[in-house]
């Protein structure tokens, strides 16, 4: 469980153009569900994903994954806990040109001090699972969106990471590779993995897989929507 308590993160501050991407936010994000932040850009829930990811430190607030107080450590522990507890899917993909999807896969485990081979085997075993694996050598650029999509999950996976984070992970889809991809969080979900998506594509926010839908606007929390 995540759970943010008054938080805000203000941007240029104490200059003209001080801009507040979440003012006053506070929520709980339950364990073994998915929930989707959905609002037009600029809404602030690319910024509220990062900070319940702990890639972004918040300017005020207070932020406690799985009972644990962790606004205030230093950055070489908050590094620990995004490796260990976080798996990240961004809209870009993010994958490294000029490296295969394997070599890729592998990446997020490598400061652990992992024998590579181990790290080899449950890398393909991560892409068979994605129906990928016949692309292990391939070189990322050589891969389509749905294969790079997919690609991106597994690497978001190798470190068994307790909760998922997507940031508009179906923006280069076309409707039917993102229904896909929401069949693959319903499966992640039921694993036990903990599922936060920021999106304002229809077919994410209105798959049968969401359980909470969360409205969003000027860096504010407009709506909640608990479908289960």
């Known amino acids: 469980m995540i759970e943010i308590k008054n938080i805000r993160k203000v941007f240029n501050a104490g200059k003209t153009n001080e801009f507040a991407a979440i003012d006053g936010v506070s ?15 600029g809404s602030g829930k690319t910024t509220l994903l990062s900070i319940l990811g702990c890639m972004v430190r918040p300017t005020s607030g207070r932020i406690e994954v799985n009972g644990r107080e962790i606004t205030s450590l230093p950055e070489q522990f908050l590094a620990e806990i995004r490796r260990s507890g976080f798996g990240f899917i961004f809209q870009q993909y993010n994958l490294i ?18 024998r590579r081979s181990s790290l080899k085997k449950r890398a393909v075993e991560l892409l068979d699972l994605f129906n990928v694996s016949h692309k292990a050598g ?24 307790r909760f ?37 594509d229809p077919v994410v926010c209105d798959s049968i897989a969401v359980d909470r ?5 000027d860096g504010r929390i407009t709506t909640v929507d608990d479908r289960r």
């Open 27 to 41: 929520l709980q994000v339950d364990s073994d569900r998915i929930t989707v932040f959905k609002g037009p850009s």
């Open 97 to 114: 040109r000029g490296m295969t999807a394997l070599e890729n896969v592998m990446i997020p485990s490598y400061p652990t001090g992992e």
């Open 138 to 161: 391939s070189r990322v650029e050589e891969l389509s969106g749905g294969e790079a999509q997919r690609v991106t999950i597994a690497r978001a996976l190798m470190n068994n990471p």
């Open 164 to 200: 998922v984070i997507a940031d508009e992970p179906t923006a280069h889809l076309d409707t039917k590779l993102s229904r896909e991809f929401m069949d693959i969080m319903l499966g992640l979900k039921t694993e036990g993995k903990t599922i936060l998506i920021a999106s304002h």
């Open 213 to 217: 839908l969360v409205g969003m606007r």
